[in-house]
């Protein structure tokens, strides 16, 4: 085996371009979101009291923190991350089991574990630890998708830190576990899982919104008649499987009362409130309300950096984390909205063009994992911020004010980029 060769040479760049863009827009639409002309004026102040620190300042160091751990994850050997994969899953686990017992709450979670104003969020860390480990088993030697036992190695992988994240009542980190299925179905798994996933969540919202299931039951028997007509001729098998798929949509749908009563009652409200935006303006609405009114109030080339009403006068809760992109959209209008959305595009087609050129599974399936969360993310804050979506607390990537947040994007791109950077190395070990 040769030495390692040098970084520099088959680094992607265009990805670290993108990621570097993301970190200064983002650093500065945050200085936007907390900007006070009296006491607020500068991007850097000088203190070092943390716990008094201006956010724009503690993400600055965030930031600063984030390079340096991505030049530790370059300097490490890409060996490192398979190896070890399994470790690092249940170090993270570990971590995650401790925050019911010892973590503190933040914002109605207990979700956190530090001291004083210094904390990190272990969820935010099982995202890459899951996407190693998955990556790790998918990649092993005889492995096979079409597997009964492999499937079910690979649902208890996601399920172990959905259920701990499930325990710090934190459903919106949780949800963010379901992408590993797309990850599955590029490996060979049957779209079963994924058509009836997607299925259910369309029938789950169906069934709020129609009143009368004899409706949906119809409708539903509808397309399955039509599905066995036009699969008539294939195996007894599929047909089963199809029946199955029915079967579990028509149980997701009489289900759907006794399961929405069981959820907390701030998620069915923000659920209402999503399907029906003026059911309560002023409470569970508002944040909605008054997101889209200051990404509308935005126009076309926006009001100005600094200059956003909206962002001043404080209507838009939590604006620097989960409601960020209000303040893209109302200083920097449709043109910096399209600009944000524009590098969320190209990052997610370089991840999806790094991960198919990838000469393992391992990083392969690592590389979609890391696309599917990055998808994820974006897709849900900036719905959640238009009405499409219910408020769950999901950050907007390299945008929103957070440190563990930050440092797990970080951990989770640059572990690809280094697997992608030696992956002409693969076919010399095997």
Partial sequence: ?????????????????????????????????????????????????????????????????????????????????????????????????????????????????????????????????????????????????????????????????????????????????????????????????????????????????????????????????????????????????????????????QSVEIVFSKLPIHHQKRIMVMLNPDSDPTGYGWNVTQSKIAIGSGGFAGKGFLNGTQTKFDFVPEQSTDFIFCTIGEEHGWLGSLLVVGLFMGLLTRLLFIAERQKSRFARSYGYAVASIFFFHFAVNIGMTLGLFPVIGIPLPFFSYGGSSLWAFTVLLFILLKLDAHRGQVLERL
Avoid: C
């Fill in 1 to 253: 085996m040769r030495n390692e060769i040098s970084i520099s040479n088959k680094m992607d760049w265009a990805t670290v371009a993108i990621y570097m863009a993301m970190l200064l827009f983002g650093w500065l639409n945050i200085f936007a979101a907390v900007y006070d002309t009296d006491t607020n004026n500068s991007l850097f102040v000088a203190t070092f009291d943390f716990g008094v620190m201006p956010l724009q300042m503690k993400q600055f160091i965030f930031i600063v923190t984030s390079l340096i751990i991505m030049l530790i994850i370059l300097i490490v050997d890409m060996r490192f991350y398979e190896t070890f994969a399994y470790v690092i899953f249940a170090g993270i686990m570990f971590l995650l089991l401790l925050v019911p017992l010892i973590g503190k709450e933040v914002a109605g979670n207990k979700s956190w574990l530090g001291v004083g104003a210094f904390g990190i969020q272990p969820s935010e860390f099982a995202k890459f630890a899951t996407a190693l480990a998955v990556a790790k088993f998918i990649g092993s030697v005889g492995f096979r998708m079409d597997q009964v036992r492999n499937q079910v190695v690979l649902f208890v992988l996601i399920g172990i830190p959905v259920m701990l994240i499930l325990l710090q009542k934190d459903f919106g980190t949780a949800m963010v576990f379901s992408v590993f299925l797309l990850v599955f179905y590029r490996e060979g798994q049957s779209p079963f899982f994924l058509l009836v996933g997607i299925g259910m969540a369309i029938i789950f919202i169906l069934t709020l919104l129609v009143k009368n299931n004899w409706i949906l039951f119809a409708i539903i028997g509808g397309i399955w008649m039509m599905v066995i007509y036009l699969n008539r001729k294939r195996k007894f098998k599929h047909l089963i499987i199809i029946t199955l798929g029915a079967i579990v949509l028509i149980g997701t749908m």
